[in-house]
């Protein structure tokens, strides 16, 4: 499968934004999903995910401010942010896996990546 992220851009703090993944292929109903965020100088982090079943799961850093959504007819995934702060600055990456398990990590296909920059 594909992975194609946009939406990213300049946002003041406290502000809010909608990320999009379209994803290419068949059966992307059977793929688990998630964002992660590299910000200046650090290492990539998980954001969120959703499982197959619905399940989802957020970083502490997010929780309560993100909400992870899919939508399989559309192949597409968002990533709605609310109430962001400039440490939500980073380029932010959509991920999928053709799994069931709920995952932090061992995604197998990624997005280009989409620049979100929050302002103080």
């Known amino acids: 499968v594909q992975l194609q992220a946009s939406g990213g851009g300049l946002v003041q703090a406290g502000g809010s934004l909608t990320l999009s993944c379209v994803a290419s292929?068949?059966?992307?109903?059977?793929?688990?999903v998630a964002w992660f965020r590299q910000a200046p100088g650090k290492e990539r982090e998980f954001v969120a995910a959703k499982g197959t079943s619905g399940v989802t799961d957020y970083a502490d850093s997010v929780e309560g401010r993100f909400t992870i959504s899919k939508d399989n007819v559309k192949n597409t995934m968002y990533l709605q942010m609310n109430n962001l702060k400039p440490e939500d600055t980073g380029v932010y990456y959509c991920?999928?896996?053709?799994?069931?398990?709920?995952?932090?990590?061992?995604?197998?296909?990624w997005g280009q990546g989409t620049l979100v920059t929050v302002s103080s």
């Open positions: 292929g068949h059966a992307f109903r059977s793929y688990t």
């Open positions: 991920a999928a896996q053709s799994s069931a398990a709920l995952m932090r990590s061992h995604y197998g296909y």
